[in-house]
T-cell receptor, first 112, second 115 residues
Framework: KQEVTQIPAALSVPEGENLVLNCSFT??????LQWFRQDPGKGLTSLLL?????REQTSGRLNASLDKSSGRSTLYIAASQPGDSATYLC???????????FGKGITLSVRP | GAGVSQSPSNKVTEKGKDVELRCDPI?????LYWYRQSLGQGLEFLIY????????KSGLPSDRFSAERTGGSVSTLTIQRTQQEDSAVYLC?????????????FGNGTRLTVT
C-alpha cells in the first residue's frame, strides 16, 4: 500500500527566505507526482506535475524535483512571500488509471 | 473557463438523514474523483470514475456511501443514514482524460456537518 509522508506538518519562515518542502513515498513505482496548494476553505490547486520519467519541473519561483529510486520529492520555493502562505500537499499515482494518494500536507506561514 | 463546481458549499444535516452532494466537472474531462478531507487528516480517496469503465469504488468507507456519474459528466455522491463521523469536507476533482499526465482540477468542496 502506497503511503505518502510530509514532514514537518507546519513551517514558519520570514519573508524572502528560500525554502524546501519534503515529500516521501513508500512505493517507488509511481506514474507521476503532483504538488498542490490549498488555501483555507478552498479546494486544491495543482502547482506542478512531474512524470515518472522526469527529474524536475519548474514554474516561476517553484521548482519540484523527483527521485523515484529513493522515494522522495522536494518543492523548492524561492524568495518566499506572505502570499505563499498555504498548505502544500504532494500526491502520487501508481498507475495510468489509478487514484492519487496524498500526504497530509505542510502548512506554510511566511511572516512579513 | 469554468472550473469544477460543487454544490452545496455547506450542508448541515441531522444524524440519520440522507444527503446528496453534487459535482460538475470541467467540460470534456473524462476522469472524476471524490475525496474526503477531515480535520487534521489527509485526503481520503472515495471513488474514481474513468470514462466508460467501471468505477473504482475501493475507497468508499461503508455501504451507506454511493456515487453515480450520469452521461459521463455530473456526479452525485450520496450518503445514507448519516453519522457524525461523516462530517468532513467532500472534494471533487476532474482531469482531462484517464491514463494521462494531466493535472487534477479540484472544486472548492462541500463542507458536511452532521449534528
Amino acid at each position: 500500500k502506497q503511503e505518502v509522508t510530509q514532514i514537518p506538518a507546519a513551517l514558519s519562515v520570514p519573508e524572502g527566505e528560500n525554502l524546501v518542502l519534503n515529500c516521501s513515498f513508500t512505493d517507488s513505482a509511481i506514474y507521476n507526482l503532483q504538488w498542490f496548494r490549498q488555501d483555507p476553505g478552498k479546494g486544491l490547486t495543482s502547482l506542478l506535475l512531474i512524470q515518472s520519467s522526469q527529474r524536475e519541473q519548474t514554474s516561476g519561483r517553484l521548482n519540484a524535483s523527483l527521485d523515484k529510486s529513493s522515494g522522495r520529492s522536494t518543492l523548492y520555493i524561492a524568495a518566499s512571500q506572505p502570499g505563499d502562505s498555504a498548505t502544500y500537499l504532494c500526491a502520487v499515482t501508481t498507475g495510468a488509471n489509478s487514484k492519487l494518494t496524498f500526504g497530509k500536507g505542510i502548512t506554510l506561514s511566511v511572516r512579513p | 473557463g469554468a472550473g469544477v463546481s460543487q454544490s452545496p458549499s455547506n450542508k448541515v444535516t441531522e444524524k440519520g438523514k440522507d444527503v446528496e452532494l453534487r459535482c460538475d466537472p470541467i467540460s470534456g474531462h473524462t476522469a472524476l474523483y471524490w475525496y474526503r478531507q477531515s480535520l487534521g487528516q489527509g485526503l481520503e480517496f472515495l471513488i474514481y470514475f474513468q470514462g466508460n469503465s467501471a468505477p473504482d469504488k475501493s475507497g468508499l468507507p461503508s455501504d451507506r456511501f454511493s456515487a453515480e456519474r450520469t452521461g459521463g459528466s455530473v456526479s452525485t455522491l450520496t450518503i445514507q443514514r448519516t453519522q457524525q463521523e461523516d462530517s468532513a469536507v467532500y472534494l471533487c476533482a476532474s482531469s482531462r482524460r484517464e491514463g494521462s499526465n494531466s493535472p487534477l482540477h479540484f472544486g472548492n468542496g462541500t463542507r458536511l456537518t452532521v449534528t
